[in-house]
């Protein structure tokens, strides 16, 4: 539109009034989707609507903001930090963060999901109608047609009214608050390229004090300036939009464009009466605007064909009843419609069309075939011509229908149905007749074929002949094509059977499918080239000369069952299924859906005429353009947030939301599908992570996401040197316990030993008790007593008894024998006392003793010993023994030593016992004594305690007893 708008400029630049013929036509339902608080929406009455950067959509409500990505909608209330839920318009500042504009509260900003309410000075205005933000300044108008300007580099304080009388005199604003006697204007404002443009208003009930501006005035954040457009400097401009470098200002219902250089290239008279402009858009060579009737206050939306003087309403057609709040083009140019009172309107981007009952008394349609200009459409019970969307004529069909043949040559119809009783009359027409089955004709070598139902006839120079196809009994032909000069025909049981010349039963089956699949039904076949296309209730089969294919819901069919195929102008194969319309392309199966008007829940048959498909299904007729080569387009756009490892995924898709398919891939293992849009993996294995994402529509094949990575480090409690730390210390512990219980037993057990050593060596030493009480009572005690006994026998003797010397001598020897028993007797009596085994009770015997013997001799007795109060025993025997010793040695000293002085000394260190006596006697050598009787006994008692006796005889005699305890318990 614009090049040609360009290439005449000469022409348009005068004035002149067109008549126009403008087409209307109802019959077409264009395909839209109806948001209200049914499916989510806040509140049906709706304000303005925006598109942020990243794709989403949010809408204003009477009962607070959304966002909508096409299958959920996030709302924002008083719950989010709003202070008003009446929310009248948005504006996006930048990423994740928005100005809103309330009735009843101001300016809000929504930041990151946090709403907050932005301060005003003495919070003046409070019911705002529109929000920019320009430069350092956020702008906005209350509904008394004024603007505010805030600074925010002076903390939202300083407050301006920028539109006041002076801006028609002074270029630049003065910010001051305009006085009660300044002017005022009736204004509207869009936001483009950056600028505020200003113009007159829409609304023709103002007072006569505020007047409309005329013009348009540019607001740049600074200044205000007015912009000079011929033909417009005077006139009331209701609403403007930039396309393509080109303006286009509405006034009143009048359009005019002007170039970058502010000519005016085209102008035209919109066929709206008593109707304003007061929004415009330009799309896809097409006007959409918003018209407010001056007189009732209704606002409608229009989309006017600027090339053809087409106008169509809107409003009218999607049955909006409700005023127009505002309509949006978004990023993939799909058509938004807010209103006040019946929610949101979307219109895709598509010239697609469904025609259903509101056209089709019937819409159940079995079949459609094109001839010439028209369209043969077949429902059940009623056959239509279909022209130029409108149906030309209709006739009742008086049986169940199921399908239809055309023979263009003849012009005739023939209606197919399994129910046709051929005995029925008038059922037939000139041009309509009815089969039970199709019929197809071939000419090849000047013979003439003829395949009807499961029969096949031949016809040559007058010959006729008829043949029942056994192979395909019961089974009814379904289609018949000429290849290679044979008739490949198909059978909806028999499968695929090929005839080939000269035609005498030379039938040969396609066993490749035939035999696999014997239980199938077949219904179509379309040969291209080398290829045969064969369509199944199993599946869609692909036939070459190598191989064979087969095609299931795995591959994207919508269902296994397929009731047409055809392939277009453009070599694009569509499909027909039970469970809707796919079309394969780039060998990839893609659906078209209910969004993209195909409405039907099965679909049963599929042609071309003028660049369009048609696909007749049990709702009605879909109309598809198809002048350009069908594609691959992916409507869906993937957002994904990362937090460590955690991954928000949200889908924006507008078009066919509920046909997106996600899946994620952890470094270079297999893609994994996913029907959440959280994704955790804080429970994964720990390591380093890369991680991508893809996703596609029923329209578009994978589309991929960048690499995302992360890492998985468990606590330092699931860390695996935890567990080994855990494990080794448990295992120490154990083996520390299995330690500590093996000493605990060896201990036992050795202390169990040596009881049993102590009690074998008590059990020893008890005999040696025993065998030296034994030894020495018989030998001291006993001896003696047998000497007293001897001597008292001699004494009763009559030789003795008048010898009164001798009897002397014997009584002195039984008294000294007596004393010595008697004193022996004393000492072995002492010895077996266990509490004389203490070392102190030893000393304290012998001192007695020493003290005893030596008190009436001229030898003075000196004992000492270095034994504390400490209890030490002495070893079994050890006292007997050693009082013997000591005993025999003090005892020599006496007689023997000519001492004067005799020291007995204790000394005890560590387990060491020093028992010594020392006198300073004459000195002697023992090898030359006579008799050491005594000393042999002194040794051999020390001996028999494993111990030892030293005496030394020079300056004296000085005996030392040596004595290791081994059981003295404090060292």
Not at 713 to 732: A, E, M, R
Request: glycine share 4%.
């Amino acid at each position: 539109m614009l090049k040609k708008i360009a290439s005449t400029k000469k022409i348009l630049l005068t004035t002149f009034v067109v008549s126009l013929f403008v087409a209307v036509s109802y019959s077409q339902q264009p395909v839209y989707k109806h948001y209200t608080a049914e499916n989510g929406l806040p509140h049906d009455i709706t304000y303005q609507i925006i598109q942020d950067k990243q794709g989403h959509i949010w809408i204003g409500t009477d009962d607070g903001l959304t966002k909508f990505n096409g299958s959920e909608f996030t709302n924002y209330t008083y719950e989010n930090g709003l202070h008003s839920n009446f929310v009248i318009d948005i504006f996006e500042e930048n990423s994740n963060k928005y100005l809103l504009a309330t009735w009843g509260a101001g300016i809000h900003q929504l930041k990151n999901d946090s709403i907050k309410l932005i301060p005003q000075e003495n919070n003046k205005v409070t019911k705002v109608r529109n929000v920019y933000k320009l430069n350092d300044s956020i702008i906005f108008g209350d509904f008394s047609n004024s603007l505010y300007l805030y600074n925010t580099k002076r903390n939202w304080k300083k407050t301006a009214i920028i539109i006041e009388d002076s801006i028609l005199k002074k270029p630049k604003i003065s910010f001051k608050k305009a006085s009660r006697q300044s002017k005022s204007y009736s204004f509207s404002e869009t936001f483009l390229n950056n600028k505020l443009f200003l113009f007159a208003s829409g609304n023709r009930n103002t007072p006569k004090t505020i007047k409309p501006l005329k013009g348009i005035f540019v607001f740049d954040g600074y200044s205000l300036k007015k912009n000079k457009y011929s033909k417009l400097n005077s006139r009331e401009v209701h609403s403007i939009t930039i396309s393509s470098n080109y303006l286009f200002a509405a006034s009143h219902n009048h359009v005019f464009v002007f170039n970058e250089k502010k000519s005016l290239v085209s102008q035209k008279k919109i066929p709206i009466k008593n109707e304003i402009i007061i929004q415009l858009k330009v799309i896809n060579q097409k006007l959409y605007f918003v018209s407010k009737n001056y007189k009732d206050g209704t606002q409608k939306i229009y989309m006017y064909d600027w090339d053809n003087n087409l106008l169509t309403n809107l409003s009218q057609k999607l049955a909006i009843n409700s005023l127009i709040s505002d309509f949006l083009f978004d990023l993939g140019k799909n058509l938004w419609i807010t209103t006040y009172g019946q929610g949101v309107y979307f219109l895709p981007r598509t010239t697609n069309t469904f025609f259903g009952k509101e056209v089709f008394i019937n819409p159940d349609l079995k079949d459609i075939t094109n001839t010439n200009n028209n369209l043969i459409v077949l429902a059940t019970n009623m056959i239509y011509e279909f022209t130029n969307n409108h149906i030309t004529s209709k006739k009742v069909v008086p049986t169940h229908a199921e399908a239809l043949q055309i023979n263009k040559r003849k012009r005739k119809i023939t209606i197919i149905s399994s129910l046709f009783n051929p005995n029925q009359k008038h059922l037939g027409t000139n041009n309509i007749s009815y089969k039970h089955s199709k019929c197809f004709n071939f000419n090849i070598d000047s013979t003439l074929i003829e395949l009807k139902g499961n029969l096949f006839s031949s016809t040559k120079k007058g010959i006729n002949t008829k043949t029942v196809i056994n192979k395909i009994h019961d089974s009814y032909i379904r289609t018949a094509s000429l290849y290679n000069n044979s008739i490949i025909a198909l059978y909806g049981k028999g499968g695929i059977i090929n005839i080939t010349p000269p035609f005498k039963n030379e039938i040969t089956s396609w066993n490749r499918i035939n035999k696999k699949f014997t239980n199938g039904v077949f219904s179509d076949l379309y040969i291209q080239k080398d290829t045969a296309w064969v369509a199944s209730n199993m599946g869609l089969f692909k036939v070459t000369p190598k191989k064979t294919i087969r095609f299931t819901t795995k591959q994207g069919l919508l269902s296994n069952h397929i009731n047409d195929i055809h392939i277009d102008s453009h070599g694009v194969l569509w499909v027909a299924t039970q469970k809707g319309l796919n079309v394969f392309t780039n060998n990839l199966f893609l659906s078209i859906e209910k969004e993209l008007g195909q409405q039907s829940t099965f679909v049963t048959k599929i042609t071309e005429q003028n660049n369009h498909i048609y696909v007749t299904g049990n709702r009605g007729l879909f109309k598809f353009n198809n002048i350009k080569p069908f594609s691959s387009q992916c409507n869906t756009k993937l957002l994904v947030k990362q937090n460590k490892s955690s991954f928000y995924l949200n889908t924006i898709n507008y078009i066919n939301p509920k046909s997106i398919t996600l899946a994620y891939q952890l470094n270079d293992n297999p893609w994994i599908k996913t029907s959440s849009n959280n994704l955790d993996f804080k429970n994964t294995k720990q390591g380093k992570y890369n991680i991508k994402f893809r996703f596609k529509d029923s329209l578009s094949n994978w589309k991929y996401s960048k690499s995302y990575q992360f890492k998985i480090t468990y606590p330092w409690h699931q860390q695996t040197w935890f567990y080994v730390t855990i494990t080794v210390l448990l295992l120490g512990a154990i083996v520390l316990l299995l330690i500590y219980v093996l000493q605990k037993s060896i201990k036992k057990n050795k202390k169990l030993n040596k009881n049993i050593e102590e009690k074998e060596k008590l059990q020893k030493a008890l005999k040696e008790v025993r065998k030296n009480v034994a030894r020495d009572f018989h030998d001291e005690l006993g001896n003696k007593l047998a000497s007293i006994s001897i001597t008292s026998n001699l004494l009763t003797d009559t030789n003795y008894k008048k010898d009164i010397e001798t009897q002397e001598k014997k009584l002195k020897q039984i008294k000294k024998d007596a004393d010595y028993l008697y004193h022996g007797m004393k000492d072995f009596v002492w010895a077996l006392d266990h509490k004389n085994d203490d070392l102190q009770q030893l000393q304290v015997y012998l001192n007695d003793f020493g003290e005893s013997l030596f008190e009436n001799s001229t030898i003075r007795f000196y004992s000492n010993h270095n034994l504390s109060n400490q209890k030490i025993e002495l070893p079994f025997y050890w006292s007997k023994q050693l009082v013997l010793i000591f005993k025999e040695a003090m005892t020599n000293s006496l007689k023997h030593s000519y001492a004067t002085k005799v020291f007995l000394t204790f000394n005890i260190q560590k387990n060491i016992l020093k028992i010594i006596l020392e006198d300073n006697g004459k000195s002697f050598n023992i090898n030359k004594l006579k008799r050491i009787n005594g000393i042999q006994n002194m040794k051999f008692r020390a001996e028999s305690l494993n111990q030892k006796i030293h005496i030394y005889t020079k300056n004296g005699v000085k005996i030392i007893f040596t004595g290791t305890l081994n059981n003295l318990k404090n060292e």
